[in-house]
């Protein structure tokens, strides 16, 4: 079953911006990736910046907790927090390590300008506007990798052995991650009924919506291109 | 016609929550207004307290601009801080003068519980929630007002002559506040149909919308019993 | 030891509202817990509203992850919601069973004013200000209780025996809530030192502190009265 | 005298990071609005840009209305907003029109990803930090400019006669415009005391605003960069 399926709302999200997904989605980095072709420095230098990344996602989340109004929304939002602070950005450091990467040279690089254009947008999205606002333009990245990773690891073309990059790959594209992805296109679809009714597309915010998905996608594709350019 | 029109969305909002909203816009500090007996020192206290309440309304019209994603939102919302920090407070303070308050009185009381457990529920619904929320928690002031001051002023049994309050009730029943009313009345329903879509009962937020409402009213029922009991 | 040193920016903020401090610490519905003839409807009374005061309260910690700047405060804050959320909340819930109350009563249970005057007051200070002031504002409750759980399990005409609160006194006064509230002391005067620098006191922004401190404290002590009204 | 004198707050922020100053104060986008041979057709993209930027300014003036809490501040950044939103958005348009730009031209415009990078991080600056993290990200945009239009009315290099740019020269340089920066210098003076003392470099979150600072002016030195790459 597609990660993403097509009648979930980040489903209906993506089918807005067709040209604006497949520029993230099939950004020439996974191409790479999918390929074990990625230069070692570029992938690096992601590597670095997602460390950062990981602190601005994990306000994100603490902001979701902040500003859920159903018990509920709040537990799944303050587990994601605790995990992303307490377990996945340690867990990140080690593979960093694998890749020659110590933390004290993470923590010493700056955010890269995209990094920094990305997380800003989403966290403002989501003070200026409620939570529905803050978890699509969150989606991109908390459903999109999940699409990726299973896509890459179900294409034929993939090549996984001798490939630098297949535990990436294998973690994106296998069943804990996807579990994730599945609960996080749930709960959009919980809010989003929640916080407009059955019929989002009626409602006067859901051009506002489009505009903050197709936005966020932009950016990480920008993010991609981050890597790719080392910039 | 009645200020707050039965079809609007501040009307539907009354409507879910009448015992509350008799509570407040009946109230016996607004009953005494209209005979001319409510005791001078309860309407000073009350003054006294409205002048520190006006401080926190200006943050929260300030907040509506952040919040606006509509350029006319935002042009509304800011019209109403500059009216309220550099022209309202202002003729506040003659109004209070006349009462025999001065300035240093005013600026040396404390803020009443009841006041601030008003001013924060509306900032922090606001804040958790978006521009909607923010305008519902605001609702039963920025709409209330003028309905009731419509009410008293065209109510034969009102006392006008040698009324001390004459001045309040004039003041709030007058064409130029029916105006205010009236695009307060209009910018609700305008951003729900923005917010939410052509039928905001069918919303899971709905029933939040009406809670904010229900509180906030019983909130500024408790102003008044605030000015009544000089607490 | 003292839960809170006099040294800490906890004991100075303390020391500036005696008054205030004496009325939320040695307070009857706090005299009638130790001595044992609190009526137990006020404490069931309290024990809902204290559930639903969780809720905010970790809404409120998930916030000071978002205003964290450094990664050491966004953990202790990430899991102080996590614990909150997903443990406490529960353990809560246990222990109100016990005393014959179950979770639909409770969720059913509307808010009661005081307990929303305190919790969107914090809220509020929190998101106008900065991480310092919302530290400050929750620190009546994140070490006064601890303070109180001290005195009245250390003091020698607290009734133990038959005593139907004694849990309640040796969860506060025991070591592992003692540990906490050493380290919610300890985080105030690490992120005073941060947010102003050694000399707090000489700052513009103290006696707003000590206001946001007594304003806090003044509201805890009723939620205590609240308690013992049933109000 | 200097619009931003060096013993000033922004002063010693300026001083702190001289690299990225001058890369933001000295572009080449400044220096061929100078001589006048900045192509058209970067100044229109400019323009239209900085409309948009017009929008996002506003509401990071609303949001510092909402975090004062000094009167005095709050009246300032009150009558940044309106005259903002209900005057300079409009004289903007009315000069732009004189560059052949349509209103509707403009507002079809996509925002630029530099331009999104600025006003969002300002944005979230402000939202998780409080007023003093808000003046101070958007200093180098209130304050600079007023900086870069003195310096430029007053070099003897700079070409005025037959300077298509020279209105905009002697609008940022000019008297009034002179005043507006004196005013934002001395404010951020002002809250600086207030929020920290009279030591900021002692305090810990002086390195901080540092970074604040020079992220943002390197933030709006991309913002002549995207003018002059019409990105």
């Known amino acids: 079953m ?27 980095f996974v191409r790479q990736l999918a390929e074990g072709t990625l230069p070692e420095e570029s992938f690096r230098h992601y590597l670095i910046q997602d460390y950062l990344f990981l602190i601005h996602f994990s306000r994100a989340y603490a902001l979701a907790v902040y500003k859920s109004d159903r018990l509920e929304d709040m537990r799944i939002a303050a587990e994601t927090v605790n995990a992303l602070l307490n377990t996945e ?3 990140h450091l080690d593979y960093c390590s694998g890749w020659g990467l110590t933390e004290t040279d ?12 990305y997380t800003r947008y989403v966290l403002e999205a989501g003070n200026s506007g409620d939570l529905l606002d803050l978890l699509v333009a ?3 990245c908390s459903c999109g990798y999940g699409e990726i990773g299973h896509r890459l690891l179900n294409d034929p073309s993939t090549k ?8 990436w790959i294998e973690l994106y594209g296998g069943a804990e991650f996807q579990d994730v992805t599945k609960k996080a296109v749930e709960q959009i679809d919980s809010v989003t009924a929640w916080r407009i009714g059955e019929n989002p597309e009626a409602s006067g ?3 506002s919506l ?4 197709r936005t966020a996608t932009l950016l990480e594709a920008g993010f991609w291109q981050m890597g790719l350019e080392r910039s």
Chains 1, 2, 3, 4 share one sequence.
């Not at 597609?2 to 497949?22: H, Q």
């Not at 052995?161 to 297949?166: A, D, G, L, S, V």
């Open 160 to 167: 996984l052995e001798c490939n630098p990059y297949r535990d």
């Open 210 to 213: 489009c505009e903050v998905f």
């Open 2 to 28: 597609a990660p993403i399926p097509d009648t979930s709302i980040v489903g209906r999200l993506k089918a807005n911006c067709p040209i604006e997904w497949t520029a993230y989605a099939d950004h020439d």
């Open 106 to 117: 993470i923590v010493a690089t700056p955010e890269s300008r995209s990094n920094m254009a």
């Open 138 to 140: 969150l989606s991109p």
């Open 89 to 91: 950005m340690k867990l």
């Open 205 to 207: 915010r859901w051009d």
